[in-house]
């Protein structure tokens, strides 16, 4: 075994890896979690003690 194997081993598991998440990205049952997180920054919050960022003094 030389350098040329474990260059080519480390190459398909890359790969292999990279199929993977686009699997899991791209799946029937991840949907429901990606929709939920893309509507974050439009959720209402009931937190009113909250201070804006914009009026904290520097």
Do not use: Q
């Amino acid at each position: 075994m030389d350098i040329n194997d474990l260059r080519s081993i480390v190459t398909v598991g890359g790969l292999l890896c990279f199929l993977a998440i686009v699997g899991w990205a791209y799946g029937k049952g991840s949907k429901k979690g990606f929709e939920e997180a893309a509507n974050l920054p439009f959720a209402e919050h009931d937190d009113e003690d909250v201070v804006p960022s914009a009026s904290h003094p520097r």
